[in-house]
């Protein structure tokens, strides 16, 4: 995020952004505009360290707020939120809950229809690739309790864990009434954590081209903990990558070096198989909320 007047950029690139929102009033807002613009839309912020910028604040604005400067204020945000931040403008109004009472005239109404079109012409990301990609620090408030799971499932194996060489690793597994492995939940700043061990799945993503998942602390700011459920499919939202069992077959831990190999048994209940992040769409998980 920068000052709204404080920057150096192309020209052109600024004018194919959109330049300044010019039905934006006087003052404020205009920070969050280009910054969020410039990071969705394939740009992006640098600090300089040998630049230098002088900002000397007047003792008073040179203009007038006809409507108060914080009636203006929360406009403006407003209509960033409205266009920029997707369905996370709600945690925007619950933290400002005035912002939604300045109401839009007609011409306001046409600017924000033009404004998404251009953001839909930029082909520009997503707010949550924002958060997830540029500022995962920036956690969303959990204002209701996540959805528990009893089962997350393929056919007949649930998402489970095993512990491997000090690891505990996703798998697939038999599912059991009894087994409380089988537990898991899922927040609104998308980790998915089991309830027995108190940890959430993450990516190993500098791992190879299929990396595996495990459990990890809890931390929401870390990238690598978000997940999201769609079309049937448990997607890692930073890579954009599926979660999917690695073979058919039951894996079991090798007893002839450290990786995973099949073997034969005639107890399959402790068959497993290890999951990992593929690119391409893999069989549904269906969902089983306690």
């Known amino acids: 995020m920068i000052a709204g007047g404080l920057f150096t950029i192309d020209k052109s690139w600024f004018e194919q952004l959109g330049t300044y929102d010019t039905s934006m009033d006087i003052w404020g807002g205009e920070n969050f505009e280009i910054s969020f613009k410039v990071w969705m839309c394939a740009g992006k912020l640098e600090i300089i360290p040998c630049s230098r910028v002088g900002h000397v604040f007047r003792r008073k604005h040179p203009y007038s707020f006809p409507q108060g400067n914080g009636r203006t204020y929360s406009k403006n945000t407003r209509k960033v939120a409205e266009v920029w931040m ?97 537990l898991w939940t899922l927040n609104m700043n998308g980790q998915l954590c089991n309830i027995h061990k108190f940890r959430c799945a993450t990516s190993l993503t500098n791992v190879g081209t299929n990396p595996k998942v495990i459990l990890d602390r809890t931390n929401p700011a870390n990238s690598s903990q978000r997940w999201k459920f769609k079309d049937n499919q448990i997607i890692h939202r930073f890579t954009g990558f599926y979660l999917t069992p690695t073979t058919k077959l039951p894996f079991y831990k090798s007893t002839t070096d450290d990786q995973f190999a099949t073997k034969s048994s005639t107890d399959k209940s402790s068959a497993y198989r290890l999951l990992v992040l593929a690119s391409n769409k893999q069989e549904n998980w269906y969902l089983n909320p306690m």
């Open 86 to 182: 997707d369905s996370y403008k709600e945690e925007f109004y619950r933290a400002r809950p005035n912002a939604r009472l300045p109401s839009f005239d007609r011409n306001q109404l046409q600017s924000l229809k033009e404004r998404r079109k251009l953001r839909e012409r930029l082909n520009c990301n997503s707010f949550q690739w924002y958060l997830d990609h540029i500022y995962p620090s920036l956690t969303v408030t959990e204002s209701q309790p996540p959805v528990v799971y009893q089962f997350i499932y393929q056919e007949n194996e649930c998402l489970g864990m095993k512990e491997i060489e000090n690891h505990h690793f996703l798998v697939l597994q038999r599912c059991d009434n009894d087994n409380s492995d089988l």
